[in-house]
């Protein structure tokens, strides 16, 4: 069995001790997107430092915690510990909060993150949905597992009803929702100009260090994704002002009460009963 794999497990089992009902949802927290916890009420939160195994994250907006409760009655897992393949852990480990929600018994996952715009419609502020990404980390979390019983990743990760749903939740909120292709780096060094350049001729909407490593680990496990970017900031080169970390995280505070409102929505309407 996977070692990383093995060790979720155990965490696993030592958290359905603690938490009172099986949650079928989770939400991964991009950069400065923590507080968006807070309109859940949770019920518990846990260190990630508690679990073994659970990589600890080094980047300011994350802050290493898993926490419980309801949005709009549905039973959500918060994870607030996402680790990056730049802050020097392999992409096994960068994955590890995946392998830990699918062994709960996890089936639907919310990838949200920080992002940088490069698509010349966007704005600082704005969110994008992911339609699809790019890999340009050059590294897979699939490489040399076993396969069995779950299927090897093909086409794009991001489920199209749940992502339609998505879509449908920002028109009927009046909250403005681009659309477009995530394109994942390695880091930590933020792209020169000319590789945004590069990456606009590839297709890319949006540039980011995360949530491409997950969504591929999710999908193969067959959770169902859906993803979600904020636009903190535009992308090296397509702006007067050098790119800063402190910036991404205000932006991210920023948009929290539009993300809230756009999930809440969104998790209503997918709970929702059929007419």
Same mark, same amino acid.
């Given at each position: 069995?996977?070692?990383?794999?093995?060790?979720?497990?155990?965490?696993?089992?030592? +958290?359905?001790?603690?938490?009172? +009902?099986?949650?079928?949802?989770?939400?991964?927290?991009?950069?400065?997107? #923590?507080? +968006?916890?807070?309109?859940?009420?949770?019920?518990?939160?846990?260190?990630?430092?508690?679990?073994?195994?659970?990589?600890?994250?080094?980047?300011?907006?994350?802050?290493?915690?898993?926490?419980?409760?309801?949005?709009? #009655?549905?039973?959500?897992?918060?994870?607030?510990?996402?680790?990056?393949?730049?802050?020097?852990?392999?992409?096994?480990?960068?994955?590890?909060?995946?392998?830990?929600?699918?062994?709960?018994?996890?089936?639907?996952?919310?990838?949200?993150?920080?992002? =940088?715009?490069?698509?010349?419609?966007?704005?600082?502020?704005?969110?994008?949905?992911?339609?699809?990404?790019?890999?340009?980390?050059?590294?897979?979390? +699939?490489? #040399?597992?076993?396969?069995?019983?779950?299927?090897?990743?093909?086409?794009?990760?991001?489920?199209?009803?749940?992502?339609?749903?998505?879509?449908?939740?920002?028109?009927?909120?009046?909250?403005?929702?681009?659309? #477009?292709?995530?394109?994942?780096?390695?880091?930590?060094?933020?792209?020169?100009?000319?590789?945004?350049?590069?990456?606009?001729?590839?297709?890319?909407?949006?540039?980011?260090?995360?949530?491409?490593?997950?969504?591929?680990?999710?999908?193969?496990?067959?959770?169902?994704?859906?993803?979600?970017?904020?636009?903190?900031?535009?992308?090296? =080169?397509?702006?007067?002002?050098?790119?800063?970390?402190?910036?991404?995280?205000?932006?991210?505070?920023?948009?929290?009460?539009?993300?809230?409102?756009?999930?809440?929505?969104?998790?209503?309407?997918?709970?929702?009963?059929?007419?």
């Amino acid at each position: 069995m996977n070692p990383v794999y093995a060790q979720a497990r155990r965490a696993a089992d030592w +958290l359905r001790t603690r938490i009172p +009902l099986q949650p079928e949802t989770a939400i991964v927290l991009g950069s400065g997107l #923590g507080e +968006l916890v807070e309109a859940a009420h949770p019920q518990w939160r846990i260190p990630t430092h508690m679990l073994p195994g659970y990589p600890a994250s080094t980047v300011e907006g994350h802050a290493g915690l898993l926490s419980w409760g309801h949005l709009e #009655g549905i039973p959500v897992l918060f994870v607030q510990g996402r680790v990056h393949f730049y802050e020097g852990y392999s992409i096994q480990e960068v994955v590890y909060p995946v392998h830990l929600l699918h062994a709960l018994g996890v089936r639907n996952l919310i990838l949200t993150n920080a992002a =940088g715009g490069i698509n010349p419609l966007f704005h600082p502020g704005d969110l994008m949905l992911i339609r699809d990404h790019i890999a340009f980390g050059f590294a897979n979390p +699939l490489r #040399g597992i076993e396969s069995r019983p779950y299927r090897r990743a093909a086409g794009s990760p991001y489920d199209t009803a749940w992502s339609e749903a998505l879509f449908s939740a920002a028109l009927r909120e009046g909250i403005p929702l681009r659309e #477009g292709t995530y394109l994942w780096t390695q880091g930590p060094s933020y792209e020169t100009p000319a590789e945004i350049r590069m990456f606009r001729r590839m297709g890319a909407d949006a540039v980011g260090m995360s949530t491409v490593p997950e969504a591929v680990q999710a999908h193969h496990y067959g959770l169902r994704v859906v993803g979600l970017s904020t636009i903190t900031n535009l992308a090296a =080169g397509l702006s007067p002002h050098p790119l800063k970390h402190e910036e991404v995280v205000a932006q991210g505070r920023a948009v929290r009460e539009k993300l809230s409102r756009l999930l809440r929505r969104f998790l209503r309407s997918v709970s929702d009963p059929p007419a």
